[in-house]
């Protein structure tokens, strides 16, 4: 049934939509949602980047690694750039085939990622190269680890590598 005006009804009609009043404070509330939200995403954003260049380490150093045992012949984990003694990692890094030398033909690539940095610490300090012999041992170099170090926490990630080829990842508060 069909409801009839009535003249001198004195029911505001019906408003749809948003007044600017209305509008502003949601506007205000999400401003400040977003103020307190930003500086935990931006460590959210530098802890997965730690943990992807980590792990692409981790896993170059393996794949040399498990190269040299399948090719029975020495496999080196090449820095592009090591002319950082305090980063010699950072810039990237090749495997190749054979003894070290540059990356112009390499198995694999493993491009920087953020401006983290990679520093070799203990007998691999200033090393440019990792080299793997056919039997999967660290020629060349005794057991170290090398740091990864985010410039904006203070978090980072410290990985091992003994004599005999192993890596390992653990938690480092970086200086």
Do not use: H
């Not at 502003?24 to 530098?46: D, E, K, Q, S, Y």
């Not at 997965?48 to 393996?62: E, H, P, S």
């Not at 985010?150 to 091992?160: A, E, N």
């Amino acid at each position: 049934m069909k409801r009839l005006a009535v003249q001198g009804d004195s029911r505001p009609a019906r408003q749809r939509g948003f007044t600017v009043i209305e509008l502003m404070v949601t506007l205000a509330i999400a401003g400040v949602l977003i103020g307190l939200a930003l500086p935990a995403f931006n460590t959210f954003v530098a802890q997965r980047t730690l943990t992807a260049q980590v792990n692409d380490f981790l896993v170059g150093v393996q794949y040399a690694r498990s190269e040299a045992i399948r090719r029975s012949a020495r496999v080196s984990l090449q820095s592009m750039d090591a002319s950082d003694v305090a980063n010699e990692w950072g810039k990237g890094y090749c495997v190749v085939a054979g003894n070290p030398g540059n990356c112009g033909a390499p198995l694999r690539t493993f491009v920087a990622i953020g401006n983290n940095t990679l520093n070799a610490n203990g007998a691999l300090d200033s090393l440019a190269s990792l080299t793997f012999d056919g039997r999967g041992l660290l020629v060349g170099a005794g057991a170290g680890a090398v740091d990864l170090c985010d410039p904006t926490v203070d978090r980072g990630r410290r990985v091992d590598i003994s004599l005999i080829g192993r890596v390992s990842s653990q938690e480092l508060v970086c200086p």
